[in-house]
């Protein structure tokens, strides 16, 4: 089993910036794609960005490109996701998960297998 848990979500000022943390343990997910995933209430879980088990290999939504950097320490076990120039719709409960995918990057929330509960991020105005 894999267990994941996400820190560093807070409540931070339009234009600002804040990085959060997804701590893996368990079995390794060095092989493992990581993604991150966020849900806004009323809406549905949308993709953000993800990254390949080796760390060569990135996507990121439209949304996140040019504002949001995605990274893994893999002898740390944890995935980064740095968020500049936040914006108020970016508030959301922002998730991480972990695919057993060893070669591709998937958007898709049925790819991942493994998630953690999530940690809130607020952006104000």
């Known amino acids: 089993q894999v267990q994941l848990v996400e820190s560093g979500g807070g409540l931070v000022q339009a234009g600002g910036s804040l990085k959060l943390s997804c701590a893996a343990s368990g079995r390794t997910f060095s092989r493992y794609a990581m993604g991150w995933f966020r849900q806004a209430p009323g809406k549905e879980r949308e993709f953000v960005v993800a990254i390949s088990w080796s760390g060569g290999r990135t996507a990121y939504a439209d949304s996140a490109k040019g504002r949001f950097t995605i990274s893994r320490d893999n002898a740390k076990n944890t995935v980064y996701l740095r968020m500049n120039s936040l914006k108020p719709e970016d508030t959301a409960v922002y998730y991480c998960?972990?695919?057993?995918?060893?070669?591709?990057?998937?958007?898709?929330?049925?790819?991942?297998?493994?998630w953690g509960q999530g940690t809130q991020v607020t952006v104000s105005s």
């Open positions: 998960a972990a695919s057993s995918e060893t070669v591709f990057v998937h958007r898709e929330l049925k790819e991942y297998t493994y």
